[in-house]
């Protein structure tokens, strides 16, 4: 295990991150932040490329979502959309639409400025895409997922995380 200390207004939050199969690590981290994560899998419409990767959520306990995002496996200096989801991976498999708070938010993304979009991320020339995203409000239940979009026609949905 290698732990990852990610600061969060005036303390730190340490939260685990485990490597190698596993998927994921959840749960309260001891400040009253909440920390869900999983691994990132190809879509059907992403399966020509090796794609892998992590993503975290952190609902942290004065109101924030964090939300971060590595991807392996990408298309070397292409864009890509990275969005948390309503919904698991298996929803958005077939459907499923991005995460919204009812109202703008700090920090939030999108149309609205109600999402979370922790893009998007170009990957570098070794494939390689890293993304983080902080709002001012904490995501509700409904939001499951991270979904990487490539640029294009749908269907864009290539990979997704749970965080569950």
């Known amino acids: 295990m290698r ?53 975290r959520m952190i609902r942290t306990a004065d109101g924030k979502t964090i939300v971060i995002v590595h991807v392996e496996g990408l298309t070397p200096a292409a864009t890509y959309a990275v969005h948390v989801h309503d919904g698991d991976c ?19 993304a999108g149309p609205g400025g109600n999402e ?7 990957a570098t020339g070794n494939g390689v895409a890293n993304g983080r995203a902080v709002v001012d409000a904490v995501a509700g239940p409904s939001a499951q997922s991270v979904v990487v979009h490539r640029s294009g026609p749908a269907p864009n949905k290539i990979a997704c995380a749970d965080l569950t």
């Open 3 to 55: 732990r990852v200390t990610i600061l969060v207004a005036a303390g730190a939050l340490t939260a685990t991150t485990l490597t190698g199969g596993a998927s994921g690590a959840s749960g309260n981290s001891g400040s009253g932040a909440t920390v869900t994560g999983g691994q990132v899998h190809p879509f059907a419409a992403g399966t020509g490329l090796p794609i892998e990767g992590h993503a």
């Open 90 to 108: 298996a929803t958005n498999a077939a459907g499923g639409s991005h995460y919204m708070f009812a109202t703008p938010v700090d920090g939030g």
């Open 116 to 122: 979370i979009w922790p893009g998007p991320v170009v």
